[in-house]
């Protein structure tokens, strides 16, 4: 009898560890298969084009191919319902910016949370806005622009990729800063708004680099200023707000990379150091800044980061879009 408990109790041990090896095993064999990236937006635009950079470099950091999925409608929505009720186990995950994860929060009523339904994996880029104008425009500068605004209220048009998209609250939160009034135009996307920039159609947009800069560099739109503490890299004959006469008008289209909530530690640090690896990459770094957007220092790149960043954005921007009653059409 004893020999037959001492045995029981062996294997009853045995059995006990059991799920810790396995855990362990997963996570020091994460992953075994391709990974699925979740796009909120179509293919070609300024996130898609950085998620696949991003995708290129990562995937020969796991050893496994990273699937770039356009997952569009809804300013984002739609993909974030989708990458939050994806199971946590690290193969998927998603890239959001400004608009899906802080924005969306205070415009519509979501079935997710965009702060407390994802695990951050690391801040990826900031990409802050141009102020542009038509190329017709008599305005030089900012301190112009902000006059002739002035002196022709609800006159001048401002082109939008919709209510409650970012180029909508930049214009709202112009407005305040500089006491002007003019109307918005909603379009289906930034590229339709800034074609009709370029003809005259609208005024102005407050666009993200990204897609403004080669318009701003054929000289098809004026830029007036980046909406950021420090001049663009790619482009640094543009002027700050703070040079240009509006100082703390900071708007930016950061990038973050999230997975499900309850995804293990050990699965985001190992995301979280094939980002660090794919951004501290000379080439990775150089297409961040032709397309506008610059890497963060490695200290903010973390999970942590990331959060931080998220939280302080929202408790900036969520009283600003309600004050303004701004909801989604």
Same mark, same amino acid.
């Given at each position: ?19 810790? %090896? ?74 959001? +910016? ?17 702060? +407390? ?30 006059? !002739? ?22 214009? *709202? ?52 200023? %980046? ?13 700050? *707000? ?12 950061? +990038?973050?990379? !999230? ?8 699965? *985001? ?5 094939? *980002? ?7 080439? %990775? ?23 931080? +960043? ?20």
């Amino acid at each position: 009898m004893k020999l037959h408990r001492r045995r029981f109790l062996h294997l009853a041990g045995g059995a006990a560890a059991l799920p810790v %090896v396995s855990r362990t095993a997963r996570a020091e064999t994460y992953p075994t298969r391709p990974i699925t990236l979740i796009v909120p937006f179509a293919a070609g635009g300024p996130t898609d084009v950085l998620a696949r950079i991003l995708g290129a470099h990562m995937q020969t950091t796991l050893g496994q191919t990273i699937v770039i999925e356009n997952v569009t409608g809804a300013s984002g929505t739609l993909a974030g319902l989708r990458a939050a009720r994806a199971a946590p186990d690290g193969y998927t995950i998603t890239i959001g +910016h400004w608009g899906t994860h802080v924005l969306n929060g205070a415009i519509y009523q979501l079935q997710y949370d965009v702060l +407390h339904d994802f695990a951050p994996i690391a801040l990826l880029a900031n990409g802050p806005q141009l102020i542009i104008g038509r190329p017709t425009l008599a305005a030089r500068d900012l301190k112009e622009l902000v006059g !002739w605004l002035k002196d022709n209220p609800n006159k001048v048009t401002a082109g939008t990729a919709g209510a409650g998209s970012g180029a909508h609250i930049a214009g *709202v939160f112009f407005q305040s800063m500089t006491g002007t009034s003019f109307s918005f135009v909603p379009y289906r996307g930034a590229g339709p708004a800034l074609n009709d920039l370029m003809a005259g159609h609208i005024d102005l947009m407050f666009d993200q680099a990204t897609n403004s800069l080669p318009q701003v560099r054929g000289g098809k739109v004026t830029a007036y200023a %980046v909406t950021s503490r420090s001049r663009l890299a790619s482009d640094p004959d543009i002027p700050t *707000v703070d040079e240009a006469g509006l100082p703390g008008l900071y708007i930016a289209y950061w +990038h973050g990379l !999230w997975a499900p909530k309850n995804a293990s530690a050990e699965i *985001v640090a190992r995301l979280n150091a094939a *980002v660090v690896g794919a951004l501290g990459d000379p080439a %990775v770094k150089q297409r961040f800044l032709e397309l506008g957007q610059e890497t963060p220092p490695p200290e903010r790149q973390t999970p942590a980061g990331l959060k931080s +960043h998220q939280t302080a954005e929202i408790e900036k921007w969520w009283p600003i879009i309600k004050a303004a009653n701004i909801k989604a059409d």
